[in-house]
């Protein structure tokens, strides 16, 4: 059973629209949990690390919000642009320094 | 910033060739990763290794073996290429601590014909 869970698959959104990404997972003990963009063609790219004790970071028009007592974690994209067409995979790390990854959300970005 | 250099883009190989998948860091990192990427399975890892000579197995290491001779360098060995290793394969790198973020290369899409 995967222990990163992440919804939607994917979605279509329109330039300038908002939208939010979700991730559950299962993984403990928990030590982060960090959002990374990967665009087509190109390798993941580190976004924003969420630790025990936070519960919102920005990056720009990116926002990520950490439950840890829900296990829940989601990325807010505000003003979209086409540039935010990607995947964002979420990636929880546990005690043992593994990382659990998710399968990540797909968005498209149509102007 | 960092790069991490995969040494192919795209490769082509034919089944039971042994194949060599070669990764680069330019920034020093004690850990090095090779995952493959698939269509819904998302990420999975092969290897990695937290220092020079050393190496683990991840949940995926069947079929594959690694070296890392220099702190820089992270190789991906597919012993006798089969069908089922098609795939986006990436490495990554890492300074040393569970805070620190991997920085990811851009991919090798290996096909076995």
């Known amino acids: 059973k995967n222990q990163v869970e992440q919804s939607p698959q994917s979605l279509i959104i329109l330039e300038g629209k908002n939208c939010t990404l979700q991730c559950n997972y299962t993984v403990s003990p928990f030590s982060n949990l960090r959002w990374y963009k990967q665009d087509t063609g190109r390798g993941p790219v580190s976004l924003t690390i969420m630790t025990f004790s936070e519960n919102t970071k920005s990056n720009g028009r990116y926002t990520a919000t950490l439950d840890a007592d829900t296990k829940q974690s989601s990325l807010h994209i505000t003003a979209s642009q086409l540039s935010d067409s990607a995947s964002y995979i979420c990636v929880v790390s546990g005690g043992n320094n593994r990382l659990a990854f998710g399968k990540g959300n797909q968005v498209v970005v149509i102007p | 910033d960092v790069k991490v250099t995969q040494s192919s883009r795209y490769l082509v190989k034919r089944t039971g060739e042994k194949v060599f998948l070669e990764c680069v860091q330019d920034m020093d990192h004690e850990n090095m990763f090779w995952y493959r990427q698939d269509p819904g399975l998302g990420l999975r890892l092969i290897y990695f290794s937290y220092d020079v000579k050393m190496k683990e197995k991840g949940d995926i290491p069947e079929g594959y073996s690694v070296s890392r001779e220099k702190k820089e360098r992270f190789s991906l060995i597919l012993e006798s290429a089969s069908t089922n290793q098609t795939s986006m394969y990436l490495c990554?790198?890492?300074?040393?601590?569970?805070?620190?973020?991997?920085?990811f290369g851009d991919g090798t899409r290996l096909s076995i014909l």
């Open positions: 990554a790198s890492r300074r040393q601590g569970a805070r620190q973020p991997q920085h």
